[in-house]
């Protein structure tokens, strides 16, 4: 179970407080609830408090980045609050491959055309693609966030270097580690000169992904071999799994060749140094650790290995860190801020729909956390989720579980968190 976070009278941040102490304070009425994720009260008889030193730290990951909040007591380091982080880097990637695909189709047709701009733009030092970015910013906005939430006196964040060279082959070494994989060939020359999946020689054939492109593969030379062309075609965006589950031997040899995809090592290495830049930016003492001493810290104290859990062992006072049996994470999913999209589209490229004329709806917003009580018509009852806006005044209501209830009045919404 999670610490509750504790407000004073002027919203400054007071050392978390045991849950059920946060109880007692809300049945007196000297607290009132101000956030629900993570949970947090605010006092309403008390400014100031006596603080002890808290460090904020980080163990970021290409999918997941956990974050740790370690209160250091006189009885020693205790963990807080756990949370595990999930970034949307690969749906940012899928949305920009369809507007690219949207745009260039624009470009062909004998409409109204949209002059290609890429030609005319520069990079600024340091740039990175905004899948990556939405990593950055994540692991910024959530520091920003916990600094109102809690008194942080310092942070520690795990930063490591993979060398993807050495993970592909670890007896790599000299000429051939510098030189890499293809020197002196071109790729075609590199891959085998007949058909994988049918053996057949004196083809056309093509260089074939053997996870496709679609479902994350890579244009790295394992993910690669040659294929004709009718078998190209017949495998399309299938797994090769799929394609090949009545050949069991080909399949097999196949998936010798292919290794580890590096995409997420990639992102960890690429945006290293971008988290820790944002970081410093809080003027907060940031100290960097390896991931070998996090990983020294979790086995000896017998942790298991989750994101959060690495994020407490992170640094120096990881070494003698003690984690509640009954601490449970938060799971945090962005969601992204919106869309700058001003209309939706066919599958054509053409709009659908008009442009948006507003965001907030009758004081709510399309995110917003509420309690709807319907008590009459069809859908009597009490729902809370989070609710897509409509400038009818009508909003939908999706639950924790998924389940989506349209059409519920605004009237019957109360906000619990925007």
Known sequence: MQSVFV????????????????????????????????????????????????????????????????????????????????????????????????????????????????????????????????????????????????????IAVETVR???????????????????????YEVREYLLEKCAYCGKTNVPLEIEHIQPKSKGGSDRISNLTIACVPCNQKKGNRPVEDFLKRKPKILKKVKAQTKKSLKDTAAVNATRYAIGNVLKKTKLPVTFWSGARTKFNRTSQNYPKYHWIDAACVGETGASVCIPDTLKPLTIVAMGHGTRQMCRVDKYGFPRTSAKKQKVIKGFQTGDLVKAVVTSGKKIGTYFGRIAVRTTGYFNITTKNGETTQGISWKCCQMLQP
């Open 162 to 184: 993979f060398d993807t060279q050495k993970m592909q082959n670890p007896e790599i070494s000299g000429i051939e580690y510098q030189q890499g994989v293809l020197a002196g």
């Open 7 to 154: 407000l004073d009278l002027e919203k400054n941040p007071l050392m978390p407080c045991h849950p059920a102490r946060a109880r007692k304070l809300l049945r007196k009425g000297r607290a009132a609830v101000y956030k629900r994720y993570p949970f947090t009260i605010i006092l309403k008889d008390r400014v100031g408090g006596e603080l002890q030193p808290v460090e904020l730290k980080f163990d970021p990951g290409s999918k997941t980045t956990g974050i740790a909040v370690v209160g250091q007591f006189e009885l020693g380091q205790e963990v807080v609050f756990g949370a595990n982080l999930e970034h949307r880097g690969q749906q940012i990637k899928q949305d920009l491959k369809s507007r690219r695909a949207n745009r260039s189709a624009r470009r062909n047709r004998k409409t109204r055309y949209r002059p290609a701009r890429f030609n005319n733009r520069c990079r600024t030092l340091g740039w990175l693609p905004p899948s990556l970015m939405s990593r950055v910013f994540n692991v910024e906005t959530w520091t920003k966030r916990l600094q109102k939430l809690v008194p942080i006196t310092s």
